[in-house]
């Protein structure tokens, strides 16, 4: 095996004629910008509106919004990333394609194998918080559902053991079934909803677009709603201190508020169902994102400013603050726009991660089978259960935090390598420039870097010691208990000077260099046990490779 085959590319051209740009593609053209916008929207707003959001604010206070905000910003950029390639290479496949095309093979199927953990893995999450919601919603019309089936296995077991703190686990374990020494513990309705789902997105697009508008604009006029109300019962004295807990506090919510941003990208799957997607892919994906940010930074000032922060350490943080103010008929209201928002969300993942499956399996490195397209619903039938089943089996052991940690880190994994890709790729010719512009079609505007970004990095450096003196001293400290954490920082940091100097030699383009960079500051935040399970999961998704996609692959059977 030779090494540089595992870095073989494809070029854009043949990627869009195997796609099936224009009128060759097997899957129905339905969608609109509209549509678009609403599937990115759909994605966006949901377990980390109703759920996630409360541990961001217990961990970083209401100075919280100011990583919502750094957030928003690195998937601003990323977000132009996914727009310039949406528009040279209109298929779908997201991340995996375009890595593929500027990165080569063995990238590509890291990224697509990372990719299952941002739209499957994050799925399981997601049917958490709507199992939550729903019981809640249940409760309200006095239907109680038994503690052992509405909840996992591994939470349940935590609290027997004292590990959590959980009335609803304990007696979920004590009162559980036994079969042959094993207690039946399992969340019933996630498991439900991921079958409901799956059926959903397995009979159609235009059938999933439909029930996804309605779904959208209910939950958006609820959070105004929410939002309103809450108005009215804020108190400025909660907002001091504004960060509790430090820059480092802020920074400790980085996987929950992440985690609230991903999912505009997976409108970039849906390139091939839409009807003009090198124009509509990137209104669709930057519209959504424009939106979500602004509803995401009022909804936190909201809710910290209604009670303290150390209140909102729960599941279901909006329930809770007005169950707290005493304002019952919210309880229900939110309730509702909780199911609807994660119904939604779990909607769009379940229509990714087939389009991501089937875009590998065209390229040789997946089973032909995950391409198969249905004679008569024309979605990829195949794949699309097998993702039914990657979300419903977890279900049954595993557990909501863990998911949230191990799914933000693939996605800022990937979205590292689309910005970079972006740089990588070729300067157009002009007038291949001048027909983009005539059709509308998207690209970034180009500004050099060669002198912005070193500026960037030097005042930054300076300004970082002026406001905060002792940072620089604490995150060289190399000392055992320091080690581990310090060491993402430190490679940020030479990876700023790295990428300063190549700026400077190469004349870089300024906003996919700044996606690329904001998003690897993200990846700082995370947690050591975050990398290993992450390293982990690629090294799994490596052996399969190997085994299979390299040999199979259709570059290396000089088929493409």
């Known amino acids: 095996m030779a090494f540089s085959s595992l870095f073989r590319r494809k070029s854009t051209k043949v990627a869009v004629q195997q796609g099936g740009d224009g009128d060759h593609s097997e899957l129905n053209k339905v969608l609109t910008v509209k549509d678009l916008t609403f599937f990115g929207i759909a994605a966006i707003i949901g377990g980390g509106t109703f759920s996630a959001i409360g541990n961001a604010c217990f961990s970083g206070g209401p100075g919280v919004v100011i990583l919502y905000i750094i957030c928003a910003i690195a998937c601003g950029f990323t977000a132009m990333?996914?727009?310039?390639?949406?528009?040279?290479?209109?298929?779908?496949?997201?991340?995996?394609?375009?890595?593929?095309?500027?990165?080569?093979?063995?990238?590509?199927?890291?990224?697509?194998?990372?990719?299952?953990?941002?739209?499957?893995?994050?799925?399981?999450?997601?049917?958490?918080?709507?199992?939550?919601?729903?019981?809640?919603?249940?409760?309200?019309?006095?239907?109680?559902?038994?503690?052992?089936?509405?909840?996992?296995?591994?939470?349940a077991r935590d609290s027997a053991e004292g590990i959590v703190v959980s009335k609803e686990g304990i007696a979920a374990w004590q009162n559980a079934p036994m079969i042959n020494g094993l207690r039946i513990i399992f969340d019933l309705p996630a498991v439900l909803i991921n079958l409901l789902i799956t059926y959903l997105v397995y009979r159609g697009t235009k059938e999933s677009k439909n029930i996804s508008n309605i779904m959208v604009t209910i939950k958006l006029l609820i959070i105004a709603l929410v939002i309103i109300v809450g108005f009215f019962y804020i108190d400025i004295e909660n907002w001091t201190p504004f960060m509790p807990n430090g820059f480092k506090g802020v920074m400790g919510g980085v996987s929950a508020v992440f985690f609230a941003y991903i999912g505009f990208d997976a409108v970039s799957t849906l390139a091939e169902e839409s009807k003009n997607p090198q124009r509509d892919l990137p209104r669709g994906m930057i519209y959504s994102l424009i939106v979500c940010t602004v509803v995401y930074i009022v909804l936190a000032l909201v809710i910290t400013g209604m009670v303290s922060y150390t209140l909102l350490g729960v599941s279901d943080p909006l329930a809770e603050i007005f169950a707290l103010k005493g304002v019952k008929w919210m309880l229900f209201i939110v309730s509702i726009a909780a199911v609807v928002a994660m119904t939604s969300v779990l909607l769009v993942f379940q229509m990714g991660q087939p389009r991501i499956w089937m875009t590998m399996s065209r390229d040789g490195l997946m089973p032909k089978q995950f391409s198969q397209i249905h004679p008569k619903y024309k979605t990829p039938?195949?794949?699309?259960?097998?993702?039914?089943?990657?979300?419903?089996?977890?279900?049954?052991?595993?557990?909501?935090?863990?998911?949230l940690d191990f799914t933000s880190i693939g996605t800022l994994f990937a979205f590292v390598l689309v910005c970079g890709g972006v740089l990588m790729l070729s300067p157009q010719s002009e007038a291949e420039l001048a027909d983009r512009q005539t059709k509308g079609k998207f690209r970034i505007p180009y500004i050099n870097s060669k002198f912005i970004f070193p500026a960037m990095v030097i005042g930054s450096s300076v300004l970082i010691n002026y406001v905060f003196p002792t940072f620089f001293n604490d995150t060289f400290d190399f000392s055992e208990e320091k080690l581990a954490t310090n060491c993402t920082m430190v490679i940020f940091f030479i990876l700023c000077v790295v990428m300063a100097v190549i700026s400077f030699l190469k004349n870089l383009s300024l906003i996919p260099l700044l996606g690329l960079i904001s998003c690897c500051y993200l990846l700082t935040g995370m947690a050591v046990s975050n990398w290993k399970w992450f390293g982990v999961w690629l090294l799994i998704g490596l052996v399969f490779y190997f085994c299979y996609g390299y040999k199979n692959s259709k570059l290396n059977l000089k088929k493409v």
């Open 81 to 155: 990333c996914y727009a310039e390639f949406a528009s040279r290479v209109p298929i779908s496949g997201s991340a995996y394609t375009y890595a593929y095309v500027s990165f080569g093979e063995i990238f590509a199927w890291i990224i697509g194998w990372a990719l299952i953990m941002e739209y499957s893995i994050g799925n399981i999450y997601i049917a958490f918080s709507w199992s939550g919601y729903f019981t809640n919603l249940l409760e309200t019309f006095s239907i109680h559902l038994p503690d052992w089936l509405t909840i996992n296995y591994q939470s």
């Open 381 to 403: 039938g195949f794949a699309t259960i097998v993702t039914g089943l990657v979300v419903g089996i977890p279900i049954f052991f595993t557990d909501e935090n863990f998911v």
